[in-house]
């Protein structure tokens, strides 16, 4: 299994970036696809972005395409997600997660319920 720590929150203005790192503890990092998601106060969690094992794949909401780059690197066990252009309805806490279940051999990427190991999150705040 693996343990997901975010880093990287912070204030930031409309219109600035921000880097989120989920650095993973435990074996077999790229034994997992690993995803963000955010919870807004009030809202449910909504999913952000994923990449597969090797990280050949991703996969956006739309609510972020063009916007949010997701990354990883299996040498030193952590995703990234870039994030730039920041609008106010971007901030909530983003949460790393990982799975390697049947529901993500089979592409379910965007259902929370697909991933079994989540981090604590980290805030964004973004002011107008």
């Known amino acids: 299994q693996v343990q997901p720590v975010e880093s990287g929150g912070g204030l930031v203005q409309a219109g600035g970036s921000l880097r989120l790192s989920c650095a993973a503890s435990g074996r077999a990092f790229s034994n997992y696809v690993m995803a963000w998601f955010r919870q807004a106060p009030g809202k449910e969690r909504e999913f952000v972005s994923a990449?597969?094992?090797?990280?050949?794949?991703?996969y956006y909401a739309d609510s972020v395409k063009g916007r949010f780059t997701i990354s990883r690197d299996n040498t030193k066990n952590t995703v990234y997600l870039q994030m730039t252009s920041l609008k106010p309805e971007d901030a909530a806490a983003y949460y790393c997660a990982a799975g390697n279940g049947l529901k993500l051999i089979l592409g379910n990427y965007y259902n929370s319920a697909s991933y079994d190991y989540w981090g604590q999150g980290t805030q964004v705040t973004v002011s107008s």
């Open positions: 990449i597969n094992w090797s990280g050949s794949s991703t």
